[in-house]
């Protein structure tokens, strides 16, 4: 069964740091790039960045110079890394791959003071 489980999101001050994982599973994490999309109240949902298989990367203009995606293939897991977060951040985050046929459940980002 494909799974994808984000985790570490939360409540973080503005100007804040911080990192979600999203575990996934073998059979799709060493074929798809991986993707983190984000879905703020009343927006649709939005590209944040993707991760190709060997690591290229590429963000959306909103987030760059901000935000780091990373993937660890020994563990099945990819990661994004948020800094200098703005309240305009605030958002549910989701992990996708196999070109939007996976998602995860959605972890929530809050930025606000």
């Known amino acids: 069964q494909v799974q994808l489980v984000e985790s570490g999101g939360g409540l973080v001050q503005p100007g804040g740091s911080l990192r979600l994982s999203c575990a996934a599973s073998?059979?799709?994490?060493?074929?798809?790039?991986m993707a983190w999309y984000r879905q703020a109240p009343g927006k649709q949902r939005e590209l944040v960045g993707t991760i190709t298989t060997s690591g290229y990367t590429n963000y959306a203009d909103s987030v760059k110079g901000r935000f780091t995606i990373s993937r660890d293939n020994a563990e099945n897991t990819v990661y994004l890394q948020m800094n200098s977060l703005k309240p305009e951040d605030t958002a549910v985050y989701y992990c996708?791959?196999?070109?939007?046929?996976?998602w995860g459940q959605g972890t929530q980002v809050t930025v606000s003071s």
């Open positions: 073998r059979s799709i994490f060493s074929v798809y790039a």
């Open positions: 996708s791959s196999g070109y939007g046929r996976y």
